[in-house]
């Protein structure tokens, strides 16, 4: 069980590494058109070259070639023979005869040997089919002639290395037939007879050898294929180096990828922000089209995938222990200022609504506030359990809860955020901490909208109070070293990291977000950054009831 289990996680880590790197399809595809453009320059632009070839049969010299048992390639070496034909001497015998230059032929010229045969196949490259045949035949006949001579010369040599031997042997029997001639001793001239006997024997074995080398046939080979004109060139055609092109250009394609992926700070994987954040990933939202990413709440017709998205992860919610405990819950981005945090605090709200739960949504953005003039209100009607908590620091909780209508989901109650001069101060008041309390009553859900954590520390001064945070993140945008220090500092001020939900990119700053068929109110600090010194907040614009 434990190696079925072990090759299972290797193949899904393989199916993971492969899907990463897919994910850089412009490094892969600027690869695959590097290659497709050298591959096309080299078949385009290369000069063209034609190669002509022959093949030679050696044989070596012999009396009698059809002879039973005849061997004539037992005393060659073919190897020998193949260094021999790229030699200095047959190039430059060969670049005489066609009056090219030595140098050039011999940088052309390539001798093989098919194995197990005594065929050397010659060939030769240049820029015109003529030059290729011609330079190719030349060095064929050259070596061919080099061979003959080599041959006819050794020949030469041991004749008359035999006749030297024969001639003081001939000249001893003249002179024993002479002794023969003048003696009359019959003794004498047995002796005589008997040595010149032997000496002729001698002289005969002797001449025999000469006739034989003299006989021997020196043929040095046989041409058994000679250079044609090729007809076309010899290089790798136009789809040839197209192919060629493509697989280079897709090996560079994924090394480039491999080396991004391997130096890239981001996640590369839902894995990893698991293991970075040490908390599960709740939900992965749907890419949304323009016109769908207007509105904060993803409720009714409208919502489709993105409004069921959001229910999966209130309900993972409801049931985690930890968040069931106090249900308190802290919406929190690490970086940035889009508007995809205050999106999940809205619809996590409106999706625990509709589980029958009674909402509060707390904006704990003191320096942008936004969402009293993004959602629609519900009939002035509060539900029992909100009551006013009193004035915090700088008049922020002002006790104004306003009722939101969420649709299909029902309503929530929604406590909207104020500019203050001491957001700290504020965000740690007694009010403030009497607000967050209400999740104390049986059936209730606070659910708290804080600026980026690593932007601003307001979140920090909420996160002992609230215990459950939802990290809101775009893993495309974020470090890794971004989230860890974001689970770092959420656990170090007494909170908790209950989950991460996944998303794309926000639409760029200035395009903000509102409701079909509704004016946005003018609210203070609609700045994408808040001054180096808020202005005073003021008492009229939040009137406590």
């Given at each position: ?8 996680e ?5 199916r993971?590494q ?9 490094l ?6 590097v ?7 080299l ?25 039973t048992?005849?061997t ?9 023979e ?6 200095t001497?047959?190039?430059d ?5 066609v009056?090219a ?7 052309c010229?390539q001798?093989?040997?098919p ?16 030059d ?14 080099d ?8 020949i ?5 290395g ?7 042997l ?29 000496l002729?024997?001698?002289?005969t ?13 020196t ?10 004109v090729?007809?076309?060139?010899s290089?790798?055609?136009?789809p ?6 493509l ?28 293991r970075?954040m ?5 939900g ?18 409208s919502?489709?995938r ?15 222990k930890?968040f069931?405990e106090?249900?308190r819950?802290?919406?929190v981005?690490p ?14 709200a409106?999706?625990?609504a509709?589980?029958g739960?009674?909402v ?11 969402l ?16 006013a908590?009193g ?16 649709g299909?989901?029902?309503?929530f109650d ?22 967050f309390a ?8 606070v ?17 002992d109070?609230v ?6 993140c775009?893993?495309?945008?974020v ?14 001020a ?19 977000l ?9 609210t ?5 950054e ?10 009229e ?5």
């Amino acid at each position: 069980m434990a190696d079925g289990n072990t090759d299972g996680e290797d193949v899904d880590l393989v199916r993971d590494q492969v899907r990463q790197i897919l994910r850089y399809r412009g490094l892969i595809a600027a690869g695959i058109a590097v290659g497709l453009a050298g591959g096309a320059y080299l078949a385009v632009g290369g000069a063209d070259t034609y190669t002509a070839t022959s093949e030679v049969m050696v044989r070596a010299a012999t009396a009698d070639p059809f002879a039973t048992g005849a061997t004539a390639d037992k005393n060659i070496d073919i190897g020998t023979e193949r260094q021999t034909a790229m030699s200095t001497k047959i190039t430059d015998a060969a670049a005489k005869a066609v009056r090219a230059p030595a140098r050039k032929l011999a940088h052309c010229l390539q001798v093989t040997n098919p194995p197990n045969t005594l065929v050397l196949r010659f060939s030769c490259s240049a820029s015109t089919g003529r030059d290729a045949a011609d330079w190719v035949n030349a060095v064929t006949t050259a070596y061919l002639a080099d061979r003959r001579a080599q041959t006819n010369s050794t020949i030469d040599k041991m004749v008359a290395g035999y006749k030297s031997q024969l001639d003081p042997l001939t000249k001893q029997r003249n002179d024993l037939l002479d002794q023969i001639r003048n003696t009359s001793n019959s003794q004498s001239v047995g002796s005589l007879v008997s040595l010149q006997t032997n000496l002729l024997s001698k002289i005969t074995e002797l001449q025999g050898d000469i006739a034989d080398l003299k006989a021997l046939d020196t043929t040095p080979g046989t041409v058994i294929k000679p250079g044609t004109v090729p007809r076309s060139p010899s290089g790798p055609g136009l789809p040839l180096m197209l192919g060629l092109g493509l697989g280079v250009g897709v090996a560079l394609g994924l090394l480039a990828a491999w080396v991004r992926l391997i130096f890239d700070p981001r996640p590369r994987s839902v894995g990893e922000v698991t293991r970075v954040m040490d908390a599960p990933v709740l939900g992965t939202l749907p890419r949304h089209r323009a016109r769908e990413q207007r509105q904060l709440l993803a409720g009714g017709h409208s919502g489709g995938r993105l409004a069921e998205e959001y229910r999966a992860i209130a309900f993972r919610l409801g049931h985690d222990k930890r968040f069931a405990e106090r249900r308190r819950l802290l919406v929190v981005a690490p970086r940035g200022t889009g508007d995809t945090p205050a999106a999940v605090a809205v619809n996590l709200a409106a999706s625990f609504a509709e589980m029958g739960r009674e909402v509060l949504l707390v904006e704990a953005d003191l320096r942008t506030p936004s969402l009293s003039g993004r959602l629609p209100s519900a009939d002035p009607a509060r539900p029992g359990w909100a009551r006013a908590p009193g004035v915090g620091e700088g008049g922020w909780p002002a006790g104004l809860q306003l009722p939101v209508d969420a649709g299909e989901s029902g309503s929530f109650d929604l406590v909207p955020g104020r500019r203050v001069r001491n957001v700290a101060r504020a965000l740690t008041s007694a009010p403030a901490s009497r607000l967050f309390a209400e999740a104390d009553e049986p059936g209730t859900v606070v659910v708290v909208l804080a600026p980026a954590l690593l932007a601003y520390a307001d979140a920090l001064a909420v996160a002992d109070r609230v215990d459950g945070v939802v990290v809101v993140c775009d893993p495309r945008e974020v470090h890794r070293e971004d989230l860890a220090r974001v689970r770092e500092l959420i656990e170090g001020a007494g909170g908790a990291v209950l989950g991460t939900v996944l998303h794309r990119s926000d639409p760029p700053p200035g395009s903000r977000l509102r409701l079909p068929g509704r004016r946005r109110r003018a609210t203070p600090g609609a700045r994408t950054e808040p001054p180096t010194e808020p202005a005073p907040a003021s008492p009229e614009r939040h009137p406590v009831p």
